[in-house]
């Protein structure tokens, strides 16, 4: 445990104990200055009154918080005025400094990698499959039965039924939640298999990086030697003639030696019209499915499946009809929706009624992209929670105060909005797709053991949502 995290822990501790308004008052800027021998401690306050107060007042209860959960003694604790960065300026910064300097290594140090085993471990394999999307969270209903079907026949025996299988839909349909599906269900079944998903975007850049770095060879053995292929929005092929070439002979290879291949697009083979004709044969090859708008029903159900997975709430019928009613064409929005009014119930804790839905939902409905958030708003509504430009998060700054907040905003877009890490790295300046992995994995794991975290992302979300 870091300083920081042991101080948010027993200021946990604390805020059980003391009134809100004292606690805001008395422990807002404080930190831990140091921690010497697990028994001395030095708090860090702002100000002479704090000091002076919190001595007089809080010694004993600082101790025993710090006791409780260290498991440690305590035997003084002591204040010290000084603010986090003059502390920081010794310690701080050169651990930061450190940390920087190791990740801007291992990135230059990934795209040196000549050999294979570099390209594999930059995709990590697997670990691009979000695991929320599977069969299991999948409604089946009109518009994606045989989109399902295919998809769980090929989960079920890969490079044996339909090969390749090509899924198609508008936006917000379910098709990634499909693909990632079969991924998903394949690895579980057969740990050992390598499956890849990319994004198409993902696919270009690699091959980018390859023509540069002059390490084609490696770039084809990788993708040429997986045994599931899953590749996301194929529409960005699209006026890109040299990556078309390049997929058509991955497509042709991994076919030849049975690899499964899956493919989605927002349009069907015959209408990626520019798209060079021997490619759309092969689209053509195995099985095509699409998933098409569920009927009110399915819509339904969808929303009661998404509500169980959230069971702070109950909502009535009535409400679940409206909402089904009124988003039609995107379950990603119908979502949206959703978290929506749950999130002013949280915030209000009042029963949700007709009427007030309808009143949470009247400027959504008024103008429909605005059930579903998009990385804009996120990235501004993070800015705007931490009071910082949004320039400045975007932009190529390493100040230390911007690593969070870009850790949350990207986390908020894996977690909310389902991005692709490479899209997350692109929505935050280009960056790389693997800051993008570490940041949200990294606040995955600090959400664990920091309330404070917790709360943060919660509130940054009811914003989002209100
Ligand atoms: P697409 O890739 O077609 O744009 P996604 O797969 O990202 O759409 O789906 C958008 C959101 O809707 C995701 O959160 C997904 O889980 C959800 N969703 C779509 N269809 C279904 C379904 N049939 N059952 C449950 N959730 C669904
Ligand atoms: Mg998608």
Redesign the pocket.
Known sequence: MTNEQLWQAVLGELELTISKANFTTWFRDTFISGYIGNSDVIVGVPNVFTKSWLEKKYTKLIAKAFAHITLNKVRKVDFRIETKESAEKNVGKEAQQREEESARKKEAVEWKKTDVAGYREDHTHNHTLNE??TFC?????SG?ELA?AASMAVAESPGVRYNPLFLY????????????AIGNHIKAKTSRASILYVNFEKFTNDYVRAVKHGTFQEFREFYRSVDVLLV??VQFMLNKEKTQDEFFHTFEALHQRNSQIVI?S?RPPKMLSELQDRLISRFEWGMIAD?SI?DLE?RL??LK??CEGKNEIRLNDEILQYLAGQVKN???E??GALNKIIAWHNLHREELTLEITKRILSNVFANPSQGAINSRQVIKVVSEYYEINVNDLVGASRKRELVLPRQVIMYILREEL?SSYPLIGNDLGGRDHTTAMHACKKIERKMHEDDRLRQQIESIKQRLYT
């Open positions: 929320k999307y969270r999948f409604v089946v209903g994606n399902h839909g508008g936006v917000g349909l379910g098709k990634t939640h499909l693909i990632q996301d929005d989605t927002d998933v569920p399915t159900a969808i499946s998404k995107n379950i990603r119908l979502e389902g």
